[in-house]
C-alpha cells in the first residue's frame, strides 16, 4: 500500500493548457508538500500545507494553485502551461511542520511542448 | 537554515562501508543535520537525522562533529541498490523550515 500516492506518473501536454496532479498520502499526517525538480536535478519546495492550510508559499507564479480538500491530499493545479514548467513534481507530507523527515511520492513527470 | 558543502561525487566498493562527509560550517545551535537519497527516477528518501550526538538506524550511522560544522553519513556494507544522490541538509525545527537540498553526492556502488 503506498504511504504517498500521485498521479498521473506521466503527463505531456500542449503550452497554455491548464492539468492537474493529484496526491494522496495514507500516513495520517498533517502536513503536505510539493517539491519541482527541473532538468538541473535541483529540487525546490513550492508550498506546504499543515492542516489544509497553506503555510508556505515560495514565490511560486499564481498559474500554480495548490489545493488541499482535507489533509490526506493535496491537489496542484496549473493553468496556461509554460515550457518552463516541465519538470517532476514531487509530493510529500510529514507528520507535522516541526520535523525534517518527509516521505515523498514517486513524482509525476510533466512535459510541455 | 545554514548551507552546506558536498562533494559532488564518489565511488565505493560492493560491500565497503561508505563514508560521505558534509561540511555545515554556519549550523546553529538549533538547527538538525538530515540526510535523504534520490535513487535515480524515485523520489528522495529520508535516512537519518541529528542534531549533536552520533545516531544509527537500520539504514546508516549519522557522525556529527563536536563543534558541528560536519558531519558524516556511513553505509556499513554498500551494495549496488544504494547508488544514488545523497542529500546533507540543515534544517531548524520551525515550521517554516523547509528541506533545502542541494546538488548532493552521486554515490556510485561498484561490483
Known amino acids: 500500500d503506498t504511504a504517498v500516492s500521485q498521479t498521473p506518473k506521466y503527463l505531456v501536454t500542449q503550452m497554455g493548457n491548464d492539468k492537474s496532479i493529484k496526491c494522496e498520502q495514507n500516513?495520517?499526517?498533517?502536513?503536505m508538500y510539493w517539491y519541482k525538480q527541473d532538468s538541473k536535478k535541483f529540487l525546490k519546495i513550492m508550498f506546504s500545507?499543515?492542516?489544509?492550510?497553506?503555510?508556505i508559499n515560495e514565490t511560486v507564479p499564481n498559474r500554480f494553485s495548490p489545493k488541499s480538500p482535507d489533509k490526506a491530499h493535496l491537489n496542484l493545479h496549473i493553468n496556461s502551461l509554460e515550457l518552463g514548467d516541465s519538470a517532476v513534481y514531487f509530493c510529500?507530507?510529514?507528520?507535522?511542520?516541526?520535523?525534517?523527515?518527509?516521505?515523498f511520492g514517486e513524482g509525476s513527470r510533466l512535459t510541455v511542448l | 537554515d545554514a548551507k552546506t558543502t558536498q562533494p559532488p561525487s564518489m565511488d565505493c566498493a560492493e560491500g565497503r562501508a561508505a563514508n560521505l562527509p558534509c561540511n555545515h560550517s554556519t549550523i546553529s545551535g538549533n538547527e538538525y543535520v538530515y540526510w535523504y537519497r534520490q535513487i535515480h527516477s524515485q523520489g528522495p528518501q529520508y535516512i537519518i537525522h541529528g542534531l549533536k550526538n552520533n545516531e544509527t538506524n537500520e539504514m546508516a550511522s549519522l557522525i556529527i562533529t563536536e563543534d558541528r560544522k560536519s558531519s558524516t553519513l556511513i553505509l556499513p556494507h554498500a551494495t549496488l541498490r544504494d547508488t544514488a544522490v545523497y542529500y546533507c541538509?540543515?534544517?531548524?525545527?520551525?515550521?517554516?523550515?523547509?528541506?533545502?537540498f542541494g546538488k548532493g553526492t552521486m554515490l556510485l556502488v561498484s561490483p
Open positions: 500545507y499543515n492542516n489544509k492550510e497553506l503555510i
Open positions: 510529500a507530507s510529514s507528520q507535522g511542520v516541526a520535523t525534517g523527515e518527509l516521505f
Open positions: 541538509i540543515v534544517r531548524g525545527r520551525s515550521g517554516y523550515s523547509t528541506l533545502t
Open positions: 500516513l495520517g499526517h498533517d502536513t
